[in-house]
C-alpha cells in the first residue's frame, strides 16, 4: 500500500522533548502515512515552496493534522493553520488531544493572544477530542462541544515491568528559569535519597532553554548523592522515555515530562506553572498531585511518599484515554504494535 501523505503542524525540530514526542507518537501511530512538517512561519517556508507546490498540485495531501500541545484558542496557531491551507490546498484539519488555556489562565493568554473567533471560522477544522477538562471548559464557554482524550504523547506505553529500584526523576525550568524555589526543590531531593540506601536520582533537562536551571539545581545537590543527569538533545525522545520509564516517582515543571511518566505508568508530580500542567494531570485523575505553590521539603516529601506508595488510579485512567485517542483517530490506520517501549 502506497502510503499517503499528511501536512503536520507542530513545534517539534526546536530541542523541546515535548513537541518531539508528540511528532514521534504521531509518526509510529501513523505508519500508512508521511508525515510532512508544515512551515509555521514565512521564515521557515524556504525550501519547502517547492515541496508544497509539488504536493498540492499531485493533490497528495490527505489532510493537516495538527500535532498538538496548547495551540487552540491562540490566534498565531490560527493563523499557522490557514496558512498551511493555503499552501498544501486542503481544508481538511485534525485536532486529537490538543489544549485550550484555561478561560481564566491570565499568564497563558499574557504569552500568547486569544482569537476565538479567528478559529470558529476556519474551514474544515475537526476537534475531534481535547487534552483535558480545563480545555474542555474553555471550549464550551466558546459554545464549542469536545471530548476528553488525553494528550498524543499517551499514545506510546511501557511494556517493560515497573521497576524495582527507587529512582526519583526531576525535570525543572519551563523555558523562562523556574516558577518555584529550586533551593526548596534540591533540599527535599536531596533529603529523599539519603533517607534510605539504594535511592538516587535521575535529573532531566527536557529542553534547551532549561540547561541553565538544571545546572542549578544539580549544583545545589550534594556530591554525596547518586544521580544521573539525563539531557535531551533534540535527537533521541526514545532514550529519554526509557529513563523515565526507570524512575520510581517523576517530578517535572515540564508539562511532557508529566505526560511522558504516565505513558510510561510512572506516578507524576506537576509542578504546575500553567494551567496546561492542571488540565492534563486531572484527565488522568492525578489533580491532587499538582504543586501550585512552594511547599516546604518536608510537604514535597510526604508527596513523593504518597506518590510512590498509594493506589495509582491514574493507570487505568492513562489505559482509558489511550483507547479514545486510538478510536478518534478512525478511520485513520493506526500501528497499535510498535507503540510500546
Known amino acids: 500500500m502506497s502510503r499517503q501523505t ?84 486542503h481544508r481538511s484539519v485534525l485536532l486529537v488531544g490538543a489544549g485550550a488555556a484555561a478561560y481564566d489562565d491570565k499568564k497563558a493568554s499574557q504569552l500568547q493572544s486569544l482569537d476565538w473567533e479567528a478559529w470558529k471560522s476556519i474551514p474544515g477544522l475537526k476537534i475531534a477530542g481535547v487534552r483535558g477538562p480545563l480545555s474542555q471548559d474553555a471550549l464550551e464557554r466558546q459554545g464549542l462541544a469536545s471530548e476528553i482524550v488525553g494528550d498524543p504523547a499517551l499514545l506510546f506505553s511501557r511494556r517493560t515491568p ?50 541553565e536551571t538544571v545546572a542549578a539545581f544539580d549544583a545545589l545537590v550534594p556530591a554525596s548523592v547518586p544521580r544521573r543527569v539525563i539531557t535531551y538533545a533534540g535527537q533521541d525522545v526514545l532514550m529519554v522515555l526509557d529513563e ?6 517523576f517530578i517535572s515543571e515540564r508539562l511532557h515530562g508529566a505526560i511522558a511518566a504516565a505513558s510510561m505508568e510512572v506516578p507524576a508530580i506537576s509542578l ?33 511518599e504518597r506518590a510512590q506508595t498509594g493506589p495509582d488510579g491514574s493507570r487505568a485512567e492513562t489505559r482509558a484515554l489511550r483507547e479514545r485517542l486510538v478510536m478518534h483517530l478512525s478511520p485513520l490506520p493506526i500501528n497499535r504494535t510498535e507503540m510500546t517501549l
Not at 515541496?51 to 495551540?71: D, E, K
Not at 523515565?244 to 516517582?249: D, F, G, T
Request: aromatic residues 10%; charged residues 20%.
Open 6 to 89: 499528511l501536512a503536520y503542524l507542530g513545534w517539534h525540530g526546536r530541542g523541546n522533548f515535548g513537541d518531539d514526542l508528540i511528532y514521534e507518537a504521531w509518526k509510529s501511530a501513523l505508519p500508512n502515512y508521511e508525515l510532512v512538517t508544515a512551515p509555521l512561519y514565512k521564515s521557515d517556508l524556504k525550501g519547502k515552496i517547492l515541496q508544497a507546490l509539488r504536493l498540492r498540485f499531485s493533490r497528495q495531501v490527505a489532510g493537516i493534522l495538527v500535532g498538538g500541545g496548547t495551540v487552540i484558542g491562540f490566534a498565531n496557531w490560527a493563523r499557522h493553520i490557514r496558512r498551511a491551507q493555503l499552501l498544501y490546498g
Open 244 to 249: 523515565i520509564a526507570l524512575c520510581a516517582v
Open 162 to 211: 515497573l521497576p524495582s529500584s527507587e529512582v526519583l526523576g526531576l525535570s525543572v525550568g519551563n523555558g523562562h528559569g523556574s516558577a518555584f524555589d529550586i533551593g526548596v526543590l534540591a533540599r527535599a531531593a536531596t533529603d529523599w535519597a539519603l533517607a534510605n540506601p539504594g535511592r538516587s536520582l535521575a535529573i532531566f533537562t527536557l529542553a534547551a532553554e532549561d540547561k
Open 272 to 304: 504546575s506553572y500553567l494551567s496546561k500542567c492542571d488540565d492534563f494531570m486531572r484527565s488522568i485523575g492525578r489533580g491532587a498531585f499538582v504543586v501550585k505553590d512552594d511547599l516546604t521539603s518536608d510537604e514535597l516529601i510526604v508527596l513523593v
